[in-house]
């Protein structure tokens, strides 16, 4: 089996009930109802390979969510079709659901008033899985993970990053050939994260599981996928390595000035300066942002001459979020983004 | 078979979760056996002031009302799903449900087991002892056997009404009040279906099976002749309801939208 997902005109049509303003509007929505009919996957085609780390990216409501509940057979597609690990998930729910394991970050697995042990326990009953099975390959998820002093809490008395290992940890019980992750990393600390992308890492190499995760944290899919499909309005718009898509997107960087005197914006973009710089002012923040290509040594010139003139309080080097990543696609237009592929 | 070992597994679980809060399982036991000794009295003080309905002497009424309780009691047991709406379709616990191997209405019922409802059926049995013991049936050896079969296909038929009302939340995402509706009319179940007019009777028999988890059985261990068709039917109905149910059910996930995040 070479295709671990493989998607085809793919396509989810969600009604939503539109209704009329004022009071007349009201009792007239009584009687007929107005719907429309509004695509939130929008005929979308990719497959992914056995054992491919694939990063799931888009903004809120660009039908990532919509995407993974039709993948792991939570929702119906209203057309196309999918096929994962050979099966159409819907359609064979059960026999399907033993092969993939799922942790959706905001939704817990686990039993919340007993012991983390005894919900592995009983996931290991649900998934029929034999004893010494269990016993190898989650002595070695339970010990990379560090959770084995969690097993005889309950649940509901563990911190969210302890939780969230578990949950990894319960959604591996079976050792499944591919993994979903729904925002995995969300509210975490920056060492369980890097624990996480680790973990996850490990598991591909040794099992060579697959894994498709969505994600807002541009780290994650540094450490972890070397493939990034981009989602816009239901649509994919990006779909390849993670390089050339900051290559292509990211090549924009963000530094942010604080400065311990009155400074004018016009006086910063009188700078004199070799490259073009675009200038702005955050009001909130009383913060000024200067936006620059990322090329030679473009950010020490920059700074070098904002401090030669200006005294500065706090000076902050940004990376490019995949939100403005999506923005800078989404503005500069769909089809130069495709070229990229 | 699985099944039947994901049921044990389950209400291990479920018995694990109780023993966490032992303060709290006691004072549960303990409301619980007051709430059914508070049952009884009324029952009897209530009906004490009955004397003949329709044909139906004060004790039949009685004891009816005592059979009613034990499948009661099985499906306040195993179907808690009155909440199905809220906790399941718009919390998007659904969505879990759903990435697990075992169909999804029985994890649900698994889930959502209360064990502790089982008291109603010992107040049942209390009951429909002191009101058999005052009519002077006789029990033939048989009528054990028969009694857990017209209770279990009551329960069936009372839990198949809530579990087809429960998969309208897969259609409609507005919480509809039917389901405490359904509760009142569900009582209409312990009384006789004669005392009410033609109509009323139809739907309690075919429409809204209530009428197979009180008066139709229970008037078998009465000796009511004219009604043994209707007894013999108890467990057929309730199978039948019940596979229809969940055929609905299935339809429905089919329509499930899930919740956004």
């Known amino acids: 089996m070479s295709n671990a997902i493989e998607v085809k005109q793919l396509r989810k049509e969600f009604k939503v009930f539109s209704s009329r303003s004022g009071l007349k509007g009201a009792f007239r929505d009584l009687l007929t109802r107005k719907y429309k009919v509004v695509p939130a996957v929008n005929d979308i085609n990719f497959t992914v390979k056995q054992g491919e780390m694939v990063a799931y990216i888009g903004e809120n409501g660009a039908g990532k969510s919509t995407t993974i509940k039709m993948l792991t057979g939570i929702l119906t597609p209203t057309s196309g079709s999918v ?19 799922v942790v959706f970050g905001q939704r817990s697995q686990l039993w919340w008033d007993i012991a983390v042990q005894e919900s592995f326990r009983l996931l290991k009953k649900v998934y029929k899985v034999p004893d010494e099975q269990y016993n190898e390959h989650m002595a070695h998820i339970i010990e990379t993970l560090d959770i084995g002093p969690l097993l005889d809490k309950p649940v509901r008395k563990l911190s969210l990053g302890q939780r969230m290992r578990c949950e990894l940890a ?16 969300i509210g975490l600390d920056v060492l369980v994260k890097v624990k996480i992308r680790q973990f996850l890492k ?44 900051k290559n292509n997107w990211a090549e924009e960087k963000e530094i942010h000035f ?47 001459a904002v401090v030669s003139h200006f005294k500065i309080k706090d000076v902050n080097i940004l990376e490019t979020s995949i939100e403005e990543i999506v923005r800078n696609i989404y503005e500069q237009g769909i089809s130069t983004a495709v070229r990229g592929v | 078979m699985f099944y039947v070992s994901m049921f044990f597994q389950y209400m291990g679980q479920y018995m694990k979760t109780r023993l966490q809060y032992r303060a709290d399982l006691v004072v549960e036991i303990l409301s619980d056996l007051l709430n059914q000794a508070v049952n009884l009295v009324f029952i009897l003080v209530v009906f004490g002031h009955t004397q003949l309905l329709a044909g139906w002497s004060k004790d039949e009424i009685i004891f009816i009302y005592g059979f009613f309780l034990v499948p009661y009691a099985i499906f306040s047991s195993f179907f808690n799903i009155w909440d199905f709406n809220d906790r399941y379709i718009v919390k998007g616990e659904m969505d879990r449900i759903l990435t697990r191997p075992i169909h999804s209405l029985f994890q649900i019922i698994l889930e959502r087991i209360e064990l502790e409802s089982l008291f109603g059926a010992v107040t049942g049995l209390i009951v429909i002892f002191y009101a058999g013991s005052s009519i002077g049936l006789e029990i033939a050896w048989y009528d054990p056997i028969l009694f857990i079969v017209f209770a279990i296909g009551g329960a069936l038929a009372y839990g198949a009404i809530f579990i087809a009302i429960a998969s309208i939340g897969f259609w409609s995402d507005a919480k509809n009040s039917i389901m405490p509706m359904m509760y009142n009319i569900g009582n209409y179940g312990r009384y006789p279906v004669d005392i009410y007019n033609k109509v009323i009777r139809f739907v309690l028999t075919w429409i809204l099976p209530f009428a197979f988890v009180g008066v139709y059985p229970a008037a078998y261990f009465l000796g009511k002749k004219e009604w043994y068709a209707f007894s013999f039917a108890t467990p057929i109905i309730g199978l039948i309801f019940f596979m229809i149910a969940v055929v609905i059910w299935n339809q429905g996930v089919k329509r499930y939208r899930g919740a956004g995040n």
């Open chain 1, 202 to 245: 490990d598991i591909n190499q040794k099992y060579n599981t697959t894994i498709l995760l969505t994600t807002h944290d541009l780290a994650d899919i540094e450490a972890v996928c070397d493939r990034v499909v981009m989602l816009d309005e239901g649509k994919i718009i990006y779909d390849g390595g993670l390089q050339s898509l």
């Open chain 1, 83 to 101: 096929r994962v690990n050979g099966m159409d998930p819907h359609r064979e729910r059960e026999k399907f659901a033993r092969t993939i394991g």
């Open chain 1, 258 to 304: 604080q400065f311990l005197e009155e400074v004018r914006l016009s006086q910063l973009e009188s700078l004199p300066l070799l490259f073009e710089t675009s200038w702005d002012y955050d009001e909130k923040n009383q913060t000024f942002i200067a936006y620059i290509k990322e090329e030679s040594d473009n950010i020490s010139q920059l700074i070098s």
């Open chain 1, 170 to 185: 319960a959604a591996l019980i079976h050792n499944p050939p591919l993994l979903f992750l729904d925002e995995p990393t």
